[in-house]
């Protein structure tokens, strides 16, 4: 009566390509972190525990995003993000009369401040290098010196900063001193 119908693959399997080897590619400060993570948990060091758990949440929560990181230097803004946050933290804290949460606190900053120097970045002086040439070279083109048009030349493909280890808060504030003076 009824048959019973069979499935058949039209597409040899060789050709059809069911899962990927190739994921997100992950910053190399990122496998520091995990590692450490897993020596933290080892040595039941709770501090560096805390702070390396939240950045990989983090990390994580990001990769689910338009704007995932990619990048040390992606990674390095977030730490710096971090260990801003907890300073004023530790500030409340102090003016709060809770020395307990201020310890605590600034035991982050140290560990946020330890892998923050993990990432090689350029050196201010090279980055104010960079910067007055590609000033001078806005100059000599005749177009309108602001913050914006430095900032997009400098880091445009193919721009004098396009890949290299430069935080982009940083130079925007170097450019910002350079364009005031």
Same mark, same amino acid.
């Not at 693959?9 to 590619?25: D, E, H, I, Q, Y």
């Not at 900053?109 to 990432?119: C, K, M, R």
């Given at each position: 009566?009824?048959?019973?119908?069979?499935?058949?693959?039209?597409? &040899?399997?060789?050709?059809?390509?069911?899962?990927?080897?190739?994921? &997100?590619?992950?910053?190399?400060?990122?496998?520091?972190?995990?590692?450490?993570?897993?020596?933290?948990?080892?040595? =039941?060091?709770?501090?560096?525990?805390?702070?390396?758990?939240?950045?990989?949440?983090?990390?994580?929560? *990001?990769?689910?995003?338009?704007? &995932?990181?990619?990048?040390? +230097?992606?990674?390095?803004?977030?730490?710096?993000?971090?260990?801003?946050?907890?300073?004023?933290?530790?500030?409340?804290? *102090? =003016? /709060?009369?809770?020395?307990?949460?201020?310890?605590?606190?600034?035991?982050?900053? *140290? +560990?946020?401040?330890?892998?923050?120097?993990?990432?090689?970045?350029?050196?201010?002086?090279?980055?104010?290098?960079?910067?007055?040439?590609?000033?001078? %070279?806005?100059?000599?083109?005749? $177009?309108?010196?602001? +913050?914006?048009?430095?900032?997009?030349?400098?880091?445009?493909?193919?721009? %004098?900063?396009?890949? $290299?280890? %430069?935080?982009?808060?940083?130079? /925007?504030?170097?450019?910002?001193?350079?364009?005031?003076?």
């Amino acid at each position: 009566m009824l048959q019973s119908m069979r499935l058949s693959l039209r597409v &040899p399997l060789r050709s059809v390509r069911w899962n990927s080897t190739a994921g &997100p590619t992950l910053p190399p400060l990122m496998t520091t972190l995990r590692n450490d993570l897993k020596t933290a948990m080892r040595a =039941k060091d709770t501090h560096r525990l805390n702070v390396l758990r939240a950045l990989i949440s983090e990390t994580n929560n *990001a990769a689910k995003t338009a704007s &995932p990181i990619q990048t040390d +230097i992606q990674l390095l803004s977030l730490i710096r993000k971090r260990a801003s946050a907890a300073k004023e933290a530790a500030e409340e804290f *102090a =003016k /709060a009369d809770r020395a307990d949460l201020k310890e605590k606190e600034d035991a982050q900053i *140290a +560990i946020l401040q330890e892998y923050a120097g993990h990432v090689k970045t350029l050196s201010t002086e090279e980055v104010e290098a960079v910067i007055a040439r590609e000033i001078d %070279a806005i100059k000599e083109a005749g $177009k309108k010196l602001e +913050i914006g048009q430095v900032l997009k030349s400098l880091f445009a493909t193919g721009g %004098a900063l396009d890949g $290299k280890p %430069a935080d982009r808060k940083e130079v /925007a504030g170097l450019v910002k001193q350079a364009l005031s003076s």
